[in-house]
């Protein structure tokens, strides 16, 4: 009879577990509907308000933003459009199930670009604060001109203090720009082309008379002469949920998205203190106040500056500033060192409000269960290859399903010709109501995102795996106020490989290139040089399987005023 009652209760009790637990998943299923639909309803929304917004303006998209604006100039409904000039500031307000609000404001920032270029697009969205840091005044600030003593090289800091790091130098023969002091005139703030650094005033010799400068704060660095459009410079703060966020499908943080041809002049925005310079380039932004600034490439290229320090990131790469400061939200530091980026990190970001359609983006996080993608569409039938990586994110290029019904995803691989998963395993964002189904071990047509014989969103005649050229130099072709003579380049030999949807391609300086796709056949970098010391664009394109022509136009920090244009001629060994 004990042995009875025994067993009675522990079924009563495995009953009860079963039942809490049921309970407990059906409700998690029940939220994650319901984020799901309020993003769903939220991009959507934003997408009708804002879709005729022009250049210049700030529109509010979905329920929960709040501005702070000029006097007079509301933006308090879905729908209105505001000049963005008349913007000061912006505040969304995170998800909520029970009031249906996710904030979500769109930009169109021209960032000083011609009327007649693309412009970025922006949105703001979850919990968020977007305050503009432009300061028109800044570019008709008194300056003075600097010069060193003698032919050594003057330091030019961080700070107005010798306890501050490098930053650049002022060379001897070089001319620099003072457009500020310290309160005790001891320092002057130096302009020396697009960097900025203080300097001792017993180290230079200073044109003209140092009280006609404004005093600055003796730790302000920022080039805000170079951004004096509106919004062009803005300040970005995102406070971290308390506990569980309540979705993940509704995020927050700054999107940014631009497309533009080759030729182009790139957008450049300033946010927190970090440059941001790209072409074409679909990118994320979070700011955590006294921890650090994530910079998420999800497509494109796009370069990052801070401290006089300039970082390269692409397609699927991430990088962090250190911010800080008065207002917790400065940089402080150069950018770390890239890494991949997780997909955590851009669950929940609307990427479908941008007017450039992406790709579908698939992935896991460290808290998922363990998915294994397997030669074919099906458990049964076909081996695991891979586990996913949670710190990765994955391209998908079609679909099918297996014999029981379910639909499994077809990700891209450079590889294995043949990655597949579960759908219901996997977590995804972008434009996967695109995709189209595939045979079995056939490649997606991809609208000639993937041609035969190319690289990932390559074709043409780019080379499909590692390849060795050699290289032969034309005359380096001078341009513009040259005070430098013209620079000697030899023959040599480039290795050219594919990555994501551009080329690394790695010649005779120290660091490699990464060249972005901007059309068949055409490849392009814009920003630093590999060593540093100037800017540097490089315009690759194919003429044949075999052989490619690169223009490259090189401006040195040291000369300015003059562009250095070389044309290189290549024929793989």
Not at 413 to 421: K, L, Q, T
Request: net charge neutral; charged share 20%; proline share 5%.
């Amino acid at each position: 009879m004990r042995r009875v009652l025994v067993l009675v209760l522990c079924m009563v009790l495995c009953g009860a577990l079963l039942t809490s637990h049921f309970a407990a998943w059906r409700a998690h299923a029940q939220e994650r509907s319901a984020c799901r639909a309020l993003a769903e309803e939220g991009i959507a929304a934003a997408a009708r308000a804002c879709g005729t917004a022009g250049a210049n303006t700030a529109c509010y998209g979905h329920t929960g933003v709040v501005a702070s604006s000029a006097e007079g100039v509301a933006l308090n409904n879905v729908g209105q459009i505001v000049p963005l000039s008349q913007i000061k500031g912006l505040t969304t307000q995170a998800a909520d199930l029970t009031s249906g609000a996710w904030g979500i404001a769109v930009l169109n920032i021209q960032a000083g670009l011609p009327e007649s270029a693309a412009g970025v697009r922006a949105a703001l969205f979850g919990d968020s604060v977007l305050t503009s840091a432009v300061r028109p005044e800044a570019a008709t600030l008194k300056t003075l001109p600097v010069r060193t003593f003698d032919d050594l090289p003057v330091l030019l800091r961080a700070g107005a203090s010798k306890n501050f790091p490098q930053i650049t130098r002022l060379l001897f023969n070089q001319e620099g720009t003072a457009d500020g002091r310290n309160k005790q005139n001891t320092w002057v703030r130096v302009r020396l082309g697009e960097l900025v650094g203080w300097a001792s005033v017993n180290q230079i010799r200073l044109d003209g008379d140092i009280n006609s400068l404004p005093i600055r704060d003796d730790r302000d660095i920022l080039p805000d002469f170079l951004y004096t459009a509106p919004m062009q410079a803005m300040t970005l703060s995102n406070v971290p949920p308390r506990g569980k966020p309540a979705c993940t499908e509704t995020a927050s943080g700054l999107l940014l998205q631009r497309s533009a041809a080759a030729g182009d002049v790139p957008a450049r925005l300033m946010v927190n203190g970090v440059e941001l310079s790209f072409l074409s380039a679909t990118l994320a932004l979070r700011a955590t106040p006294n921890d650090n600034l994530d910079v998420m490439a999800i497509e494109g290229v796009v370069t990052v500056r801070s401290f006089g320090t300039e970082a390269t990131i692409a397609d699927g790469e991430m990088l962090q500033v250190r911010i800080g400061g008065a207002d917790g939200l400065t940089a402080l530091a150069a950018p770390k060192e890239k890494t991949r980026l997780p997909f955590a990190a851009v669950e929940g970001v609307p990427l479908t409000l941008m007017p450039k359609t992406l790709s579908c983006l698939a992935g896991v996080t460290r808290n998922d269960p363990r998915v294994a993608a397997r030669s074919g569409p099906s458990e049964k039938d076909f081996t695991s290859l891979f586990f996913m990586n949670p710190a990765q994110i994955y391209v998908v290029e079609g679909w099918n399903t297996d014999a029981d019904g379910n639909r499994w995803w077809k990700l891209r691989n450079e590889s294995r010709a043949e990655n597949w998963v579960p759908q219901k395993a996997v977590r995804t964002i972008g434009a996967c109501d695109k995709v189209e189904q595939v045979e079995v071990g056939m490649r997606a047509s991809g609208g000639g995102n993937e041609a035969a014989g190319g690289i990932p969103g390559g074709g043409g005649f780019a080379p499909s795996t590692r390849t060795i050229w050699n290289a032969e130099v034309g005359t380096d072709q001078l341009i513009g106020n040259c005070k430098l003579g013209a620079l000697n380049y030899c023959a040599h030999m480039v290795a050219i490989a594919p990555s994501g949807n551009g080329l690394i391609y790695r010649g005779q300086e120290i660091a490699p290139y990464y060249l972005t796709r901007v059309r068949e056949n055409v490849y392009v970098y814009e920003g630093r040089n590999g060593m540093n010391n100037g800017r540097i664009s490089l315009v690759l394109t194919f003429t044949s399987p075999t052989t490619y022509t690169l223009t490259q136009t090189l401006i040195l920090d040291a000369d300015p005023e003059c562009q250095h244009v070389n044309v290189v001629n290549a024929t793989m060994r």
